[in-house]
């Protein structure tokens, strides 16, 4: 469209949404900054365990029926695809998707990926005191940062 800044889209998705980013911005180049919302986790063992109330096998996920996920790619593997893109992750405290541990140990091989490249101010995790929703504070700050969006 001609209203459209094609040196500056992004993509916010929240829950599936968020891991949908993960699997499509490898492939649209044109995404020059990506946030991941609700969904980012240790992906493999969230969805092959079956003993902790997280696992997907306790909730109604199309995700859990993918064919050979556990020999693909988990969600750091699909965010170095992104990179050197900035890339964004942001969860709630309180989101039943996934303990904060397993996040944050997925996280931890996205931020090692960017320091070993030297871009560690292109990513960024924002935790707050919520649940599965979208939070927009660390978000919003860091996609007007990466767009060099000035707009309200």
């Given at each position: 469209?001609?209203?459209v800044?094609?040196?500056?889209?992004?993509?916010?998705?929240?829950s599936?949404?968020?891991?949908?980013?993960l699997?499509?911005a490898?492939?649209?180049e044109?995404?020059s900054v990506?946030v991941?919302?609700?969904?980012?986790?240790?992906?493999?063992?969230k969805t092959?365990t079956?003993?902790?109330?997280?696992?997907?096998a306790?909730?109604?996920?199309?995700?859990?029926?993918?064919?050979?996920?556990?020999?693909?790619?988990?969600?750091?593997k699909?965010?170095?695809?992104?990179?050197?893109?900035?890339?964004?992750?942001?969860?709630?405290?309180?989101?039943?998707?996934?303990?904060?541990?397993?996040?944050?140990?997925?996280?931890?091989?996205?931020?090692?990926?960017?320091?070993?490249?030297?871009?560690?101010?292109?990513?960024?995790?924002?935790?707050?005191?919520g649940?599965?929703t979208i939070?927009?504070?660390?978000?919003?700050?860091?996609?007007?940062?990466?767009?060099?969006?000035?707009?309200?």
């Open positions: 469209l001609p209203f800044d094609s040196e500056r889209m992004g993509y916010y998705g929240l599936g949404g968020g891991s949908t980013g699997y499509v490898p492939l649209i044109q995404y990506v991941s919302s609700a969904a980012f986790t240790e992906l493999i063992h092959v079956s003993d902790n109330p997280f696992s997907a306790f909730f109604e996920m199309y995700q859990s029926s993918e064919f050979n996920i556990a020999n693909t790619f988990g969600f750091a699909l965010a170095a695809m992104i990179a050197p893109r900035p890339f964004m992750v942001e969860r709630g405290h309180l989101d039943a998707v996934s303990p904060g541990e397993w996040v944050a140990s997925e996280y931890d091989r996205v931020q090692r990926l960017y320091n070993s490249l030297s871009i560690p101010e292109q990513t960024r995790i924002e935790y707050f005191n649940g599965h939070h927009g504070v660390g978000t919003f700050e860091f996609l007007r940062q990466k767009l060099n969006w000035t707009g309200t």
